[in-house]
Nanobody, 124 residues
Framework: QVQLAESGGGLVQAGGSLGLSCTIS????????VGWFRQAPGKEREFVAG????????LYTESVKGRFTISRDNAKNTVYLQMNTLKPEDTAVYYC?????????????????WGQGTQVTVSS
C-alpha cells in the first residue's frame, strides 16, 4: 500500500502564492508518477499537473501553465506544487495521487493511490 498526505493549503489573496506538499509513504516511492488534481464545489475532479519519478517529464493543464510548477525530491519522498499568481478560480480541494505505471496522464482513473486533499481558497 502507498499512503499520500497533502499539506500546505490555506487562504490567500488573488495574485498571491501558495506551496503544496505531497508526502508519500508505504511501498517504495520509486517508479511512481505523481499527479496533482483539484475539485471545486459542484465540479468534476480535474488534472492540474503531473511529474514522472525521474522528474524529466512534467505535464500541466492549460489554465495553470506559467503559474504553477510541479517538482519532487525523491530523497524526501515528497512532491511539491508551487502555485503563483493565484486566481479565485483556483479555489478547490487539491489532491495528490500516485500512478504506479510512472506515466503522467490527465485521466484520474490511471492513478492508484490518493491523498485526502487540502483546501486552497483564493479570495478576490
Amino acid at each position: 500500500q502507498v499512503q499520500l498526505a497533502e499539506s500546505g493549503g490555506g487562504l490567500v489573496q488573488a495574485g498571491g502564492s501558495l506551496g503544496l506538499s505531497c508526502t508519500i509513504s508505504g511501498r517504495t516511492f520509486s517508479n511512481y508518477a505523481v499527479g496533482w488534481f483539484r475539485q471545486a464545489p459542484g465540479k468534476e475532479r480535474e488534472f492540474v499537473a503531473g511529474i514522472t519519478w525521474s522528474g524529466t517529464r512534467t505535464l500541466y493543464t492549460e489554465s495553470v501553465k506559467g503559474r504553477f510548477t510541479i517538482s519532487r525530491d525523491n530523497a524526501k519522498n515528497t512532491v511539491y506544487l508551487q502555485m503563483n499568481t493565484l486566481k479565485p478560480e483556483d479555489t478547490a480541494v487539491y489532491y495528490c495521487a500516485a500512478d504506479s505505471t510512472n506515466k503522467v496522464r490527465y485521466g484520474r482513473l490511471w492513478y492508484d493511490y490518493w491523498g485526502q486533499g487540502t483546501q486552497v481558497t483564493v479570495s478576490s
